[in-house]
């Protein structure tokens, strides 16, 4: 019997993980293509949109495709949203792996927002030397913001863009010890995050200094029913879902968001 045929949409360091964690499946990786040298996963991978919901339910069919896993950044809601339909159109099993969001420890002083312009409008109150790390996408939401700002991404941010910029291009995991001479060295008063989750030097920094952080919320995720939060759950619940075959109960989520513990109360609360 062939390999079960896995496609991956990705753009994340899980679904690369994922990508070489499933020995005995066929596996795709797709990419959208911002960034000029992605890290490549193992496996087969393409890059570029499907052209919407419509496009990635031809793609899966076409490719013969057993489990879609949507492993994207909790913040690239479009994607998400189209794997979601294009699975309920289909039948393909969806399994969707979301790293848990950051929560707010002792000594931190944030300040929740519900989305980059949220974020932009509050700034002024809280700094004036601002570390921008939500990414290049989006920028434009800080143009008007009478800031300094060191803005730090993958790939430089296209305009419009804050008139005071420095951009850092870098790319994470970052440590501890360089994040705390970003932070002094820049002399920030201020740190601007998604709510990403993951490795969270940057936020143990601010917090060692004192400095206010504005979180920008996640984005509504669709509930659907195999959500799992580490790449060891995904390689399970890839498994399971491709011996039990497409989905019969096309358009309906397995369970919905009240059943899904902690993660279904994160989800409600965004
Ligand atoms: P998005 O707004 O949700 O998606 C916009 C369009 O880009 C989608 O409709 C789709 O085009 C295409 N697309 C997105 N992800 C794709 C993928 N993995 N494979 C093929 N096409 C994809 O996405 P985004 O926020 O721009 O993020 C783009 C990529 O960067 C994602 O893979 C994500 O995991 C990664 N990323 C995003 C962030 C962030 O903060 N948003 C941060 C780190 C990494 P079609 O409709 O034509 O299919």
């Known amino acids: 019997m062939p390999d079960p045929r896995v496609l991956i949409l990705g753009g994340t ?10 020995p005995g499946f066929s596996v795709i990786s797709s990419l959208a293509g911002r960034t000029s040298a992605p ?14 919901a419509g496009g990635l339910a031809a793609y899966l ?12 950044h909790p913040f690239a809601a479009t994607i998400s949203a189209n794997a979601a339909e294009a699975a309920a159109v289909t039948g393909v099993p969806l399994v969707v792996l979301r790293r848990p969001g950051w929560s707010e420890q002792a000594g931190d002083a944030w300040h929740r927002v519900p989305d980059l312009a949220g974020a932009a409008a509050l700034l002024p109150r809280l700094g004036h030397r601002v570390f921008l790390t ?3 996408q989006g920028i434009g939401a800080f143009a008007g913001v009478d800031a300094w700002f060191l803005a730090r991404s993958v790939e430089p941010p296209d305009p419009p863009r804050p008139h005071r910029l420095e951009v850092l291009l870098d790319r994470g995991p970052f440590t501890l010890e360089g994040e705390r001479r970003l932070l002094a060295a820049h002399r920030i008063d201020v740190l601007v995050s998604k709510d990403s989750g993951g490795p969270d030097a940057k936020l143990v920094a601010a917090r060692e200094r004192g400095l206010p952080v504005i979180m920008v919320n996640r984005p509504p995720a669709p509930a659907t029913a195999r959500t799992v939060t580490s790449v060891a759950q995904a390689v399970e619940a890839v498994t399971t879902a491709s011996r039990s075959g497409p989905d019969r109960d096309l358009g309906q989520p397995l369970i919905g968001v009240g059943d899904l513990g902690e993660l279904g109360r994160e989800r409600r609360e965004q």
């Open 134 to 136: 939500t990414g290049r």
């Open 61 to 72: 069919r076409d490719q013969d495709i057993d489990v879609l896993v949507d492993a994207t």
């Open 13 to 22: 360091s899980e679904a690369r993980a994922l990508a070489g964690s499933l």
């Open 39 to 52: 890290r490549r996963p193992a496996g087969d991978v393409r890059v570029g949109g499907f052209g919407g």
